[in-house]
T-cell receptor
């Protein structure tokens, strides 16, 4: 079956602009979570969606937002980009919202965002 | 609070040798899962192996095995017969069953030497 698809793979944006990233989970997976990876901070949780509802949110400013559609595809949006938002953004696909259901979790290839 | 600790920033191993990557965790939740992921330079996080907190036996997936010592709160990854393609970053991660968020360690960079 197809894996987790993230688009685009690479992005270059200017400070102050906004950006939208997309994640299509594995077929049948209804939970999507997003992570930011930087050399300094490592992997940090952004938020998680299940059934079009945000279930959990990490410690990021309100400039970071997301949503999930009825087909489980998810988007995350970053407004008013800052240089520090340059990172690899990864999404993870799981069956459902609770860990007991999720003995597998698959990540996409990520979107590498560069803010100049 | 949940925490994952990986104390080996970098490791070297000779091709065809076995290597152990260390991971310790901390949680007060009795139900959790432990995962190992491989991240090559391309960026994709590749799922390797999973161990549930109630699993009696250590997990194995091909050349990967997880040495789970619950009392010590450790979940070390053992890679047998290392190959050049194993060179990558390796991340230990945990999920507690009350939620779905991953807690990641800082990773170990593994280099396989021919």
């Amino acid at each position: 079956k197809a894996g987790v698809t993230q688009t685009p793979r690479y992005l270059i944006k200017t400070r102050g602009q906004q950006v939208t990233l997309s994640c299509s989970p594995i077929s049948g997976h209804r939970s999507v979570s997003w992570y930011q990876q930087t050399p300094g901070q490592g992997l940090q949780f952004l938020f998680e969606y299940f059934s079009e509802t945000q279930r959990n949110k990490g410690n990021f400013p309100g400039r970071f937002s997301g949503r999930q559609f009825s087909n489980s595809r998810s988007e995350m949006n970053v407004s008013t980009l800052e240089l520090g938002d340059s990172a690899l953004y990864l999404c993870a696909s799981s069956l459902g919202p609770r860990g007991a259901m999720n003995t597998e979790a698959f990540f996409g290839q990520g979107t590498r965002l560069t803010v100049v | 609070a949940q925490k994952i600790t990986q104390t080996q920033p970098g490791m070297f191993v000779q091709e065809k040798e076995a290597v152990t990557l260390d991971c310790t965790y901390d949680t007060s939740d009795p139900s959790y899962g432990l995962f190992w992921y491989k991240q090559p330079s391309s960026g994709e996080m590749i799922f390797l192996i999973y161990q549930g907190s109630y699993d009696q036996q250590n997990a194995t997936e091909g050349r990967y095995s997880l040495n789970f010592q619950k009392a010590r709160k450790s979940a070390n990854l053992v890679i047998s017969a290392s190959q050049l393609g194993d060179s990558a970053m390796y991340f230990c991660a945990m999920r507690v069953w009350s939620g779905n968020q991953f807690y990641f360690g800082t990773g170990t960079s593994l280099t396989v030497i021919p």
